[in-house]
Every structure is written in C-alpha cells, then in structure tokens.
C-alpha cells in the first residue's frame, strides 16, 4: 500500500493513505493548487522541491501556519491579507 507524506495542523509530519489536495512551501509558509503555475515553474527549475510539502486541505495548511497563494488561490489570499492587515499587493 502507498503511503503519501503530509504535514499535519501542528507542523510535524506523517504518513498518510491519501495524497495530499494542497502543495505548500516549508521556507516562505504558502500553500496552494497542485497546479498552481508558480509553483510549476519553481519546480522546473529544481529550485522548489526539496522544501515542498503537502496538506490533507486548505483547513490543515492554515492550521500548521501557512497562507494562501495569491496567484492560484487569490480569493482565499484576498480574505487573509485583509484579516491579517498584510501591506503585499495582490496579484
């Protein structure tokens, strides 16, 4: 059976049956899409892979800390930075 590594509402990792619906990055704290074109083009550059990690869903990904993208999920990103009080310009 195959087993999918997905970070959990704490941080930590584990092992899961399930893949992950979210891709995220350790270092800058942001999830989004599996297919979010920014983060497709950072893995192409084999600049992105070895700090990418993966959530069951949005509400896990929020839950360990991270923050929407705002290229692939800029309504979710739009809510945050208004919640947050964050200066960063959506795109």
Do not use: N
């Not at 195959?2 to 704490?10: E, M």
């Not at 497709?40 to 869903?57: G, M």
């Not at 509400?59 to 923050?67: F, L, N, S, T, W």
């Not at 705002?70 to 919640?83: E, G, I, N, T």
């Amino acid at each position: 059976m195959r087993t999918y590594a997905l970070v959990g509402r704490d941080g930590t990792a584990y092992e899961s049956a399930s893949p992950g619906t979210l891709g995220g990055h350790r270092r800058t704290k942001v999830y989004g899409r599996l297919d979010c074109p920014t983060a497709l083009r950072w893995i192409a550059r084999e600049r992105y892979v070895q700090h990418r990690v993966f959530f069951a869903d949005e509400g896990v990904a929020v839950a360990a800390g991270y923050r929407p993208c705002a290229h692939c999920l800029p309504q979710p990103y739009r809510r945050w930075r208004s919640a947050h009080g964050e200066g960063a310009p959506a795109r």
